[in-house]
């Protein structure tokens, strides 16, 4: 998607709080990657319509998707956890200014090796995926008996800057990468227990239902 446009669905889609602002300023300037506007109105949009009470989201960078996420339903309880040490910081930063604190709960750590203490808040109604590209398949694994039935996963950046469809297109560095996120595809279109729409939004998102 072009940058004009990206930035035209962001005036339709104005945030009053001024946090919100900051923390996208913040990620401009520190090259923090981010949920893509767009993409970033389905997710709300599902959120809304789901309204889930629990959330779990993998990879929370400087807190700003599980910050639009904890607004988008105000009844929401949303547990985030990254790897990242500084950037948490950051996110902690953040989130004390806003009052949605106490809904959000931040963890540190290897998302897979935490699964214990992300048990403790299980089942989770919606989750996000959004963290290393390569390893979703773990992620989704790991994840997945802790969702509740006619849970939704969402996962973030399937499509990865085209490169997962298209073939010749993919730069050496993103190979493994890429070749992962493809089978990560294929395995939620194939997967017996969910139903998974692909969606041509920002990145490409996946969403993924429970079956009952
Ligand atoms: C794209 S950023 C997340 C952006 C955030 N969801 C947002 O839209 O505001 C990906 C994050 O995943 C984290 N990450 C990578 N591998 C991880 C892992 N195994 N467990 C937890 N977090 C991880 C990175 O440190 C990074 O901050």
Do not use: W
């Amino acid at each position: 998607m072009s940058e004009q446009l990206e930035h035209y669905i962001s005036l339709l889609h104005p945030s009053s709080d001024p946090i919100v602002a900051q923390m996208k300023e913040y990620a401009k300037q520190h090259r923090v990657p981010i949920i893509e506007e767009q993409s970033l109105v389905v997710l709300l949009s599902l959120i809304m319509i789901k309204q889930p009470k629990a959330i779990l989201e993998i990879g929370t960078a400087i807190g700003y998707s599980a910050l639009r996420m904890a607004k988008a339903y105000r009844h929401s309880q949303v547990v985030t956890v990254d790897i990242d040490e500084d950037r948490l910081a950051v996110a902690k930063e953040f989130l004390s200014n806003t009052n949605e604190a106490e809904r959000i709960h931040i963890m540190h750590g290897d998302a897979c090796e935490e699964v214990e203490r992300l048990r403790k808040g299980a089942p989770y109604d919606f989750i996000f995926i959004d963290a290393a590209k390569g390893q979703y398949r773990r992620y989704f694994d790991t994840f997945f008996p802790m969702l509740a039935s006619n849970g939704i996963i969402v996962s973030d950046n399937v499509f990865f800057k085209g490169m997962v469809y298209e073939q010749n297109q993919v730069k050496e560095k993103y190979r493994t990468m890429i070749k992962k996120l493809r089978e990560y595809n294929e395995y939620l279109a194939n997967h017996s227990e969910c139903t998974t729409s692909f969606y041509a939004v920002g990145d490409g998102l996946a969403v993924s239902i429970k079956k009952e």
